[in-house]
């Protein structure tokens, strides 16, 4: 008769952190890329439109995201340099980058919800237009790409709450760069009886000699 246990298997137990680890970064890299993308999409587009009066009649206005706030694009290059140094550095320096990448995601979205309802843009433009320091944009409305701008912010959120979770799983470019203690191989001495290898010796500035 077969025995049967109900521990289990050392590999399997083993394997989830990776397997947690490959999907978490897969995950934090598409949500972090994606977000910046759609953040930086959306501040290019119009958030607002409105009209001035003018003598002999009114003056339309626009306004893209970029003249209503410039913080959801500027957090959104950050949290994408941040995702990068994600795997630059280690243990406490990963955490304070994976926060700093949550942070932007973060201000992101309140940015861009702040900016959501913001008139300000507008008014200046319509004081322009209109040579008056107190004139005001008259019927304004905006669109949906504050909102959209805010969801890129989500992404960027996301993955940095995914950094701060398994960031410690994740692997790292600095470690395949670092020496290791061992002391490398000396080269073999040349052979007298080759010539071509003493040449070779003395370009590399070793002894030929062996000694």
């Known amino acids: 008769m077969e025995y049967v246990t109900a521990v289990p298997h050392p590999r399997t137990e083993a394997a989830r952190p990776?397997?947690?680890?490959?999907?978490?970064?897969?995950l934090a890299l598409l949500c972090g890329a994606l977000g910046a993308a759609v953040a930086l999409l959306a501040t290019r587009q119009q958030w607002a439109e409105g009209?001035?009066?003018?003598?002999?009649?009114?003056?339309?206005?626009?306004?893209?995201?970029s003249d209503v706030t410039g913080v959801p694009a500027a957090l959104a290059i950050v949290g994408l340099a941040a995702l990068v140094a994600v795997f630059a550095v280690r243990r406490a320096g990963r955490t304070a980058v994976a926060g700093l990448l949550?942070?932007?995601?973060?201000?992101s979205v309140a940015a861009a919800l702040a900016g959501a309802s913001d008139g300000s843009a507008l008014d200046e433009q319509a004081a322009?237009?209109?040579?008056?320091?107190?004139?005001?944009?008259a019927a304004l409305t905006h669109t949906a790409w504050p909102y959209v701008a805010a969801a890129g912010g989500v992404l960027i959120l996301l993955a940095g709450l995914l950094a701060l979770r398994?960031?410690?799983?994740?692997?790292?470019?600095s470690g395949r760069y670092e020496r290791s203690g061992a002391p490398r191989p000396r080269r073999a001495a040349a052979d007298p009886d080759r010539p071509e290898e003493l040449w070779k010796a003395l370009d590399r500035g070793e002894d030929p000699t062996g000694a």
């Open 18 to 26: 990776a397997r947690a680890g490959r999907r978490s970064l897969a």
């Open 102 to 107: 949550a942070l932007c995601g973060a201000g």
């Open 166 to 173: 398994y960031g410690r799983l994740w692997p790292s470019m």
């Open 51 to 65: 009209a001035t009066p003018v003598a002999g009649g009114t003056i339309p206005l626009t306004a893209k995201g």
């Open 128 to 137: 322009r237009a209109a040579g008056d320091t107190s004139a005001t944009v």
